[in-house]
Structure formats: structure tokens, C-alpha cells
């Protein structure tokens, strides 16, 4: 059940929801929320969309980005996030967990478990983080197949075709390829590690669909804000694993300071308090509402 305390839920499909935010003028922000409660948070900020990011689930489960989780690892952690925000929520589907068929499966699954988008991208398997070097690119037809897959499972979800293109062959056979996957049903092109602002000015001069720009910390492209990346052409900007690595550093500090101390005094004021907390997930909500639930009773038998 989505938003179980909500009497309002918005009834209509999270692939057409987040279809409407793009047709803004404004760039449309996405955070990565790497769980229910970091959805939460980023909704109270105000954002209206999340990502779900491929390396924040895989690390969340202490493994690496490598495309080694499977279908329903990731349908957890759609269905928790969608559960607790209601956010159109755009998800990593790494090379689509196999070929034409296995994408069309992964496409319905995605859609079930309440995801806006899916997000494909043109490696080969071991996949790796765009920014990392060394990826192997399937072939533009065998990527293209996928996408033509993927549209035609859909009901509603956004089809986001990723290309890794740009650092192993180079901008023109990105822009080839993204070219190519548009003409297969994509309806937004993810260039993946692009590092220049004029490599990111070229792609949307030359691919006519809505783009999406990722800025991930530690990685080939220099920092840049949505403005900036709204004014090179861009309709979405995703931070997918900035929510995790603070939150993975602030856990670290504190098993560091509890080892040290023997105790959590020290950390107090870097710590979500207990009522922020119950105020971020509604406890006093959830409380009322099984409050009035009125609790069943057997009828009496009918004599004769």
C-alpha cells in the first residue's frame, strides 16, 4: 500500500507523473534516496522526483557496482522508497539483468513495484560506474533491441537510455548512439562521464529528446550546479550516491567514536533526534490511525 497514512494518494501512474514534471520549463532535480527514510527526507526538502541509484543499492547491501544484485534486490528497495514518499521515482537497471526478454520482465517488475523510469545503459556485463575506465560497450544494435524491449513492456514508465559511449569511443559515437536508441523508443538520453561543458553542450545540441545530466562526486565531471546544467540543455540532473556517501561517513565517525569513548556522548549533536525522527515518518499519524481501527467481532450464532 502506497502512503498508508495519506487519505489523498495520487492516483495517477508514477511514469506519467514524472512524464508531467519534465514538461517544465525548469530543470527537474533528483536526489539519490538510497531508502525509504532518505526518500522522506529529500520530500521534505521539497524535491519532487528521486533517483535510485545502481552502486547506492548495491553498496547499501555491502557489495560493489559490478551488475551482481538481482531484479528483486532492486523491486525492495523500489517498492520501500515509492511506499514511503509516493516520489516518481527514476531506477538504475544497470544492462537490464540480460538480454531482449529478461529486459522486458525487468521492465514489469520495475513498473509493479511502483518505478517512474528505468534507466538502461550500453554495457556489457561485469558493468561498471561510468566514471570508472575500462567498460566494455555492447553493440549499438544489441543496446537498441533492449531499448525497443523495454518500450514495448512499458505501461507508463519513462525509458532512459544511458551511453557509456563518450569515454571509450568517443562524443560522436555517443551522440550516434543516443541518436539510435531515441529511434528505438528511449524517451530520455543519460550521457554518461562527460567532462567538459562543451561535450555536454554538444550532446543537446545535436539529441532532440530530454537529457539527463549526472553529477556524481569523485568522478570525471567537474561540479556543476542544475542552473548550469539547465542552461547547457539539460532536463534532469541526478546526485545518485551523494545521500549515501554522507550518510556512510557520518557512520563511520561514530562506531570510530564509540570505540573510542565507549560511548555515543560525543556524536548527540550529529544525530537526528527521537522526535525528529518520529516527525519525519509520522509516528503520531500511524498511532492515530490504529487508534481507529475498530477491531472485529464474531456474530453470534443464530439459534434454530
Not at 494518494?9 to 508514477?14: H, I, Q, S, V
Not at 533491441?145 to 525497443?148: G, N, T
Given at each position: 500500500?502506497?502512503?498508508l497514512?495519506?487519505?489523498?494518494?495520487?492516483?495517477?501512474?508514477?511514469?506519467?507523473?514524472?512524464?508531467?514534471?519534465?514538461?517544465?520549463d525548469?530543470?527537474?532535480?533528483?536526489?539519490g534516496?538510497?531508502?525509504?527514510?532518505?526518500s522522506?527526507?529529500?520530500?521534505?526538502?521539497?524535491?519532487?522526483?528521486?533517483?535510485?541509484s545502481?552502486?547506492?543499492?548495491?553498496?547499501?547491501m555491502?557489495?560493489p557496482?559490478?551488475?551482481?544484485?538481482?531484479?528483486?534486490?532492486?523491486?525492495?528497495?523500489?517498492?520501500q522508497?515509492?511506499?514511503?514518499?509516493?516520489?516518481?521515482?527514476?531506477?538504475?537497471?544497470d544492462?537490464?539483468?540480460g538480454?531482449?526478454?529478461n529486459?522486458?520482465?525487468?521492465?514489469?517488475?520495475?513498473?509493479?513495484?511502483?518505478?517512474?523510469?528505468?534507466?538502461?545503459?550500453?554495457?556489457?556485463?561485469?558493468?561498471?560506474?561510468?566514471?570508472?575506465?575500462?567498460?566494455?560497450?555492447?553493440?549499438?544494435?544489441?543496446?537498441a533491441?533492449?531499448?525497443?524491449a523495454?518500450?514495448?513492456?512499458?505501461?507508463?514508465?519513462?525509458?532512459?537510455?544511458?551511453t557509456?559511449?563518450?569515454?571509450?569511443?568517443?562524443?560522436?559515437s555517443?551522440?550516434?548512439?543516443?541518436?539510435?536508441?531515441?529511434?528505438?523508443?528511449?524517451?530520455?538520453?543519460?550521457?554518461?562521464?562527460?567532462?567538459?561543458?562543451?561535450?555536454?553542450?554538444?550532446?543537446?545540441?545535436?539529441v532532440?529528446?530530454p537529457?539527463?545530466?549526472?553529477m556524481?562526486?569523485?568522478?570525471?565531471?567537474?561540479h556543476?550546479?542544475?542552473?548550469?546544467f539547465?542552461?547547457?540543455?539539460?532536463?534532469?540532473?541526478?546526485?545518485?550516491?551523494?545521500?549515501?556517501r554522507?550518510?556512510a561517513?557520518?557512520?563511520?565517525?561514530?562506531?570510530?567514536?564509540?570505540r573510542?569513548?565507549?560511548g555515543?556522548?560525543?556524536?548527540?549533536?550529529?544525530?537526528?533526534?527521537?522526535?525528529?525522527?518520529?516527525?519525519?515518518?509520522?509516528?503520531?499519524?500511524?498511532?492515530?490511525?490504529?487508534a481507529?481501527?475498530?477491531?472485529?467481532?464474531?456474530?453470534?450464532?443464530?439459534?434454530?
Open positions: 500500500m502506497v502512503y497514512i495519506s487519505d489523498t494518494p495520487d492516483p495517477r501512474p508514477a511514469g506519467l507523473r514524472l512524464k508531467e514534471l519534465l514538461e517544465r525548469e530543470i527537474l532535480q533528483m536526489p534516496a538510497h531508502n525509504g527514510l532518505a522522506l527526507l529529500a520530500k521534505r526538502a521539497g524535491f519532487e522526483a528521486v533517483y535510485l545502481g552502486a547506492a543499492m548495491s553498496a547499501s555491502g557489495l557496482d559490478l551488475g551482481i544484485i538481482s531484479v528483486e534486490d532492486v523491486c525492495h528497495f523500489i517498492r522508497v515509492y511506499r514511503a514518499s509516493d516520489l516518481p521515482i527514476l531506477v538504475d537497471g544492462t537490464g539483468f538480454e531482449a526478454l529486459v522486458m520482465q525487468t521492465v514489469r517488475a520495475f513498473e509493479e513495484a511502483g518505478a517512474a523510469a528505468i534507466q538502461i545503459e550500453d554495457q556489457l556485463l561485469p558493468k561498471k560506474c561510468g566514471h570508472l575506465n575500462d567498460k566494455k560497450l555492447a553493440t549499438i544494435d544489441d543496446m533491441a533492449k531499448v525497443a523495454a518500450k514495448k513492456a512499458r505501461k507508463h514508465m519513462q525509458i532512459v537510455a544511458r557509456d559511449a563518450a569515454a571509450s569511443e568517443g562524443i560522436e555517443a551522440i550516434a548512439r543516443a541518436k539510435r536508441y531515441v529511434e528505438a523508443g528511449a524517451d530520455i538520453i543519460f550521457p554518461e562521464a562527460l567532462n567538459t561543458p562543451e561535450m555536454f553542450a554538444r550532446f543537446a545540441a545535436e532532440k529528446v537529457l539527463l545530466a549526472n556524481t562526486e569523485f568522478g570525471r565531471t567537474p556543476t550546479t542544475a542552473a548550469e539547465q542552461k547547457l540543455g539539460y532536463k534532469i540532473v541526478i546526485w545518485p550516491v551523494s545521500s549515501l554522507v550518510a561517513k557520518a557512520q563511520e565517525k561514530l562506531y570510530a567514536s564509540i573510542e569513548t565507549g555515543t556522548k560525543a556524536s548527540l549533536d550529529q544525530m537526528q533526534t527521537r522526535a525528529e525522527l518520529y516527525d519525519t515518518i509520522s509516528y503520531s499519524a500511524y498511532e492515530v490511525l490504529d481507529s481501527i475498530v477491531a472485529s467481532s464474531v456474530p453470534a450464532p443464530i439459534e434454530g
